[in-house]
Nanobody, 114 residues
Framework: QVQLVESGGGLVQPGGSLRLSCAAS????????MRWYRQAPGKERELVAG????????WYTDSVKGRFTISRDNAKNTMYLQVNSLKPDDTATYYC???????WGQGTQVTVSS
């Protein structure tokens, strides 16, 4: 069955960095576009970044452009989100998702605080 396992979150100070990972299984990972979402307490889930199946095309929401980088390794069935220059507003649970597959993992918590 489909499984997406996010990891790499943590508590960081403003300006810090993290590398989030999304390990995928149960479907043909290399044929699916993938996305990262985040949800802050009391807010709706927000689309943060997307990547095509081959990794050749990427997309970012305006608030993270220049700070976040999405990538994937199809040989490892894994997607990544490098998050740099973190701000308190980036505090959220981060989720990965395969486009057109209705499945959500447990997410990974990112907390940005001094």
């Amino acid at each position: 069955q489909v499984q997406l396992v996010e990891s790499g979150g943590g508590l960081v100070q403003p300006g810090g960095s993290l590398r989030l990972s999304c390990a995928a299984s149960g479907f043909s990972f290399s044929t699916y576009a993938m996305r990262w979402y985040r949800q802050a307490p009391g807010k709706e889930r927000e689309l943060v970044a997307g990547i095509s199946s081959t990794g050749s095309n990427t997309w970012y929401t305006d608030s993270v452009k220049g700070r976040f980088t999405i990538s994937r390794d199809n040989a490892k069935n894994t997607m990544y989100l490098q998050v740099n220059s973190l701000k308190p507003d980036d505090t959220a649970t981060y989720y990965c998702n395969a486009v057109n597959i209705v499945y959500w993992g447990q997410g990974t918590q990112v907390t940005v605080s001094s």
